[in-house]
């Protein structure tokens, strides 16, 4: 393969006495955790637990806000105006540095979450509004958004560095988009069919869509969520078939800004 990628990690998504995913095993295999930020799954504990496992294991730290849904995990799309978004994404994701700074690191990066995460990759207006309040607050932050969406393109036009994001547990859609959620299908739950469709966006820069058609891809830094059923196991072979194929797992550093 011959090439770098950064191998980023959901996490921090349990909330009072419900943990969710191993998140310390996790820790120890990818390169960049996006940590929940209250909204959607996270609490303040579960924020500074994970905040300081991850710099404590050199693991890029990053916020990932997402809608103001504990019950549904913000996977269910709300009406949300261009400036409320804005608003959300600067509290959750100065609540989140907040922590890192006590801690003595900093944030790297920002990922929206599910739905947020999802509409914006298709609605301009969101997307610009998302971009815009990562870089007000730190113009050095790295945005995470999926390859090829409406945010990349926002995050280009505002001057704020993105890295397009690739998943392997999760299908595509003919148009470069996540398969839905409650289409069947949607989530890869065999780790060596995971392994496979890296192998494919990484070597040939495409994947295979739900429908058999290769969608092209750029892939900067790929995904597994923490949530999942057996996320360590994901972890661990997709990081070994990287590693063994030549590709050095690493994570993207953050703008400097004077």
């Not at 009072?16 to 998140?23: F, K, N, P, S, V």
């Not at 799954?41 to 806000?65: F, I, W, Y």
């Not at 995470?144 to 397009?164: K, N, P, V």
């Not at 003919?174 to 839905?180: E, Q, R, T």
Request: charge should be neutral; aromatic fraction near 4%.
């Amino acid at each position: 393969m011959g090439r770098r990628i950064d191998l980023n990690c959901d996490m921090g998504e349990g909330f009072g006495a419900y943990r969710m995913g191993d998140d310390l095993a996790l820790l120890d295999h990818v390169t960049s955790a996006n940590i929940a930020c209250g909204f959607h799954a996270g609490d303040p504990s579960t924020m500074q637990r994970v905040v300081g496992a991850a710099l404590g294991k050199g693991v890029r730290v990053g916020a990932h806000p997402g809608l103001p849904d504990l019950q549904g995990f913000g996977r269910r799309a709300m009406r949300v105006a261009p400036a409320e978004a804005y608003a959300m994404v600067v509290y959750q994701v100065g609540a989140l540095a907040g922590f890192a700074r006590t801690l003595g690191g900093s944030l790297n990066h920002v990922k929206a979450h599910g739905a947020l995460y999802n509409m914006a990759a298709k609605d301009a207006a969101l997307a610009d509004a998302i971009v815009h309040a990562v870089r007000d607050i730190d113009p050095g932050l790295i945005l995470f958004a999926l390859a090829g969406s409406e945010m990349i393109r926002s995050a280009e036009r505002a001057g704020l560095r993105a890295a397009s994001e690739v998943f392997a547990d999760r299908t595509y859609q003919n148009d470069g988009s996540l398969s839905p959620r409650d289409l069947p299908g949607s989530m890869i739950e065999n780790v060596d069919t995971a392994v496979m469709q890296v192998r494919q966006m990484v070597e040939r820069g495409t994947v295979r869509s739900l429908q058999g058609v290769d969608v092209p891809v750029r892939a900067d830094t790929l995904c597994i969520h923490g949530d999942q059923p057996g996320a360590l196991a994901f972890a661990q072979k997709i990081r070994a078939d990287l590693t063994a194929n030549g590709v050095e797992v690493v994570a993207p550093d953050r703008k400097r800004v004077a």
